[in-house]
């Protein structure tokens, strides 16, 4: 293995870490907010069911991000590289700003844009990417729907029980719905990570056959995706949990319960979506379940905002250093 694999292989890596980092804050901005754990603590959990998050999912994400999007003979470490190079710059951004943008989006981005300048339209799997792009829209929309229904079945449920008291069972409810979101934001991200590397290996003849992550890829990107949510994204946190609506325990409890079967659910078909915007939906599906006023429209539209430009950003970034990498190393 050349030191130029190595050293793509840390920067995906770091690339991994940054997307625990940056969107890991989702997994514990609900809970962090209705103040059922310190922010210490909750960094702990989530990063906890991140990790393990292996032990329940399959692949086959990793698989689209491997063979899905670009055709995977124009993938080698030039596009990985200026890919990868891409997406950092933007999650940076983005976290400086406090912007829950999407860091699935970022690398699918950052993919397109390297791939296009190296080979053309003809690189690209429009099926794949069609269908990711088509995830941007519907997923906040299904975890809108999904938080909406779990609050009003929740609420109808509890109509009858104190405040009090239904305040009390959801602050240990949410410790498990913090769990389960965890576990789906871990076995869906990381594997975006596992496809990269498990592609750049393919391209640098260090594996044949058939193509599939081996177990060290799936340790090693587990491992950082859990290293970056210890350290957290609290500017983002602050974002997802008090600017979007205010929460309580049972709000928490139904956004992250629907948000996590969205994410279980694109994990087991493939698709690459991203974890922010399946809560931020979620929550804002809660939040509206009060009245529509609840929800601060306007944060949640520059949100939005920011998912849009995600893709063409960091396409953008990624073309250019494609470009001056490929030209000044001739």
């Given at each position: 293995?050349?030191?130029?694999?190595?050293?793509?292989?840390?920067?995906?890596?770091?690339?991994?870490?940054?997307?625990?980092?940056?969107?890991?804050?989702?997994s514990?901005?609900?809970?962090?907010?209705?103040?059922?754990?310190?922010?210490?603590?909750?960094v702990?959990?989530?990063?906890?069911?991140?990790?393990?998050?292996?032990?329940?999912?399959?692949?086959h994400v990793?698989?689209?991000?491997?063979?899905?999007?670009?055709?995977?003979?124009?993938?080698?470490?030039?596009v990985?590289?200026a890919?990868?190079?891409?997406?950092?710059?933007?999650?940076?951004?983005?976290w400086?700003?406090?912007?829950?943008?999407?860091?699935?989006?970022?690398?699918?981005?950052?993919?397109?844009?390297?791939?296009?300048?190296?080979?053309?339209?003809s690189?690209?799997?429009?099926?794949?990417?069609?269908?990711?792009?088509?995830?941007?829209?519907?997923?906040?929309?299904?975890?809108?729907?999904?938080?909406?229904?779990?609050?009003?079945?929740?609420?109808?449920?509890?109509?009858?029980?104190?405040?009090?008291?239904?305040?009390?069972?959801?602050?240990?409810?949410?410790?498990?719905s913090?769990?389960?979101?965890?576990?789906?934001?871990?076995?869906?991200?990381?594997?975006?990570?596992?496809g990269?590397?498990?592609?750049?290996?393919?391209?640098?003849?260090?594996?044949?056959?058939?193509?599939?992550?081996?177990?060290?890829?799936?340790?090693?990107?587990?491992?950082?995706?859990?290293?970056?949510?210890?350290?957290?994204?609290?500017?983002?946190?602050?974002t997802?949990?008090?600017?979007?609506?205010?929460?309580?325990?049972?709000?928490g409890?139904?956004?992250?319960?629907?948000?996590?079967?969205?994410?279980?659910?694109?994990?087991?078909?493939?698709?690459?979506?991203?974890?922010?915007?399946?809560?931020?939906?979620?929550?804002?599906?809660?939040?509206?379940?009060?009245?529509?006023?609840?929800?601060?429209?306007?944060?949640?539209?520059?949100?939005?905002?920011?998912?849009?430009?995600?893709?063409?950003?960091?396409?953008?970034?990624?073309?250019?250093?494609?470009?001056?990498?490929?030209?000044?190393?001739?």
């Amino acid at each position: 293995m050349t030191t130029a694999i190595i050293l793509i292989i840390a920067l995906a890596l770091l690339f991994d870490f940054l997307n625990g980092f940056n969107d890991s804050a989702n997994s514990i901005a609900t809970i962090v907010s209705t103040r059922v754990l310190s922010p210490r603590r909750a960094v702990v959990w989530a990063a906890f069911f991140n990790f393990i998050a292996f032990l329940f999912f399959g692949t086959h994400v990793a698989n689209t991000i491997g063979k899905g999007i670009i055709e995977i003979s124009v993938m080698d470490q030039n596009v990985i590289f200026a890919a990868l190079v891409g997406a950092c710059l933007w999650d940076v951004t983005a976290w400086w700003f406090g912007l829950p943008t999407s860091s699935s989006h970022a690398l699918i981005g950052g993919m397109v844009g390297g791939a296009l300048v190296k080979a053309g339209f003809s690189s690209l799997v429009l099926k794949g990417i069609g269908r990711t792009v088509a995830f941007i829209f519907i997923s906040p929309m299904v975890g809108l729907i999904l938080g909406l229904l779990i609050g009003a079945a929740v609420y109808w449920t509890f109509r009858k029980f104190a405040p009090r008291k239904v305040d009390a069972i959801f602050r240990k409810g949410q410790l498990a719905s913090a769990a389960l979101f965890s576990l789906g934001h871990g076995g869906n991200d990381a594997q975006k990570t596992m496809g990269i590397i498990t592609t750049l290996l393919f391209s640098a003849g260090v594996l044949h056959g058939e193509f599939k992550v081996p177990h060290y890829v799936v340790y090693a990107c587990q491992s950082a995706i859990a290293m970056g949510t210890l350290f957290g994204g609290w500017r983002i946190v602050k974002t997802m949990g008090q600017k979007v609506t205010k929460l309580k325990p049972v709000d928490g409890f139904c956004a992250e319960t629907g948000a996590a079967v969205s994410l279980y659910i694109s994990t087991a078909l493939g698709v690459p979506v991203s974890t922010t915007q399946t809560i931020t939906g979620a929550i804002m599906g809660v939040g509206s379940l009060r009245r529509l006023s609840a929800v601060k429209w306007g944060v949640a539209g520059r949100i939005i905002w920011a998912w849009i430009l995600t893709i063409p950003c960091s396409a953008t970034v990624s073309a250019a250093v494609y470009w001056i990498f490929m030209h000044y190393t001739k």
